[in-house]
């Protein structure tokens, strides 16, 4: 257990409804990532945030994906009219500048992910 | 821009003998290095991380990588196997704002 934790685990759904998945991360670090991970493939960047600020979005980042930090804690990623090519598993990721107890500065922690499937 | 290959998608080792699986990377800047493991339905964990301070890291499980500038590469080895280490592993580059960039990932089976 790294500390960082998703909601659900587990997603199915119907072509075309909308789903929302939830990162808590380690509550010290100010940095959280969002990545998306297809069968037999590396994970691929999303999203990041510091604090509440989403510096950066990768192109493979449709319209149809909404990422948000409100409080600089939580974060909430939300797929609108999904297709089956969202099929994936979606992680979440945080990172501190300082490192502190066993958590290493500048290093990623990983949650266990969001499997999602679109039938 | 970055980017990684691990050269290898599969690796198999007998147990006891040793690991080595293979990374080259391209940074236009001094990158941050890491190998992460992932085991089946389980969270990906952190092996090592390279941030300059040592060209050969040390990292958990007797895994240790060596970073090597004039060949852009960070391979991972282990002197001898041992059965849980049979998993899938990734060679990832991070640029300054931590945005991570993986390897399509090794996997490594560990034979009896």
């Known amino acids: 257990d790294t500390g960082v934790s998703q909601d659900p685990r587990h997603k199915i759904t119907k072509r075309g409804q909308n789903v929302t998945f939830r990162c808590d991360p380690i509550?010290?670090?100010?940095?959280l990532y969002w990545y998306r991970q297809t069968l037999g493939q590396g994970p691929e960047f999303l999203t990041y945030f510091q604090n509440e600020a989403q510096l950066e979005k990768s192109r493979l980042l449709s319209d149809r994906f909404s990422a948000e930090r409100p409080k600089g804690s939580f974060s909430t990623l939300e797929i609108q009219r999904t297709e089956q090519g969202d099929s994936a598993m979606y992680l979440c990721?945080?990172?501190?500048?300082?490192?502190?107890?066993?958590?290493?500065?500048?290093?990623?922690?990983f949650g266990p992910g969001t499997r999602l499937l679109v039938l | 821009a970055q980017s990684v290959t691990q050269l290898d998608s599969h690796v198999s080792v007998s147990e006891g003998t040793p690991v080595l699986l293979r990374c080259n990377y391209s940074?236009?800047?001094?990158?941050?290095l890491f190998w992460y493991v992932q085991h089946p339905n389980k969270g990906l964990q952190l092996l090592l991380k390279y941030t300059s301070a040592a060209t050969l890291v040390k990292g958990i499980n007797g895994f240790e990588a060596e970073f090597k500038k004039s060949e852009t590469s960070f391979h991972l080895t282990k002197p001898s196997a041992h059965m849980s280490d049979a998993a899938e592993y990734f060679c990832?580059?991070?640029?300054?704002?931590?945005?991570?960039?993986f390897g399509d990932g090794t996997t490594l089976t560990v034979k009896p």
């Open positions: 940074s236009s800047y001094s990158p941050s």
């Open positions: 509550s010290e670090h100010n940095r």
């Open positions: 990832v580059v991070s640029d300054n704002a931590g945005k991570s960039t």
């Open positions: 990721a945080s990172s501190g500048l300082g490192g502190r107890g066993r958590y290493r500065a500048e290093t990623q922690y």
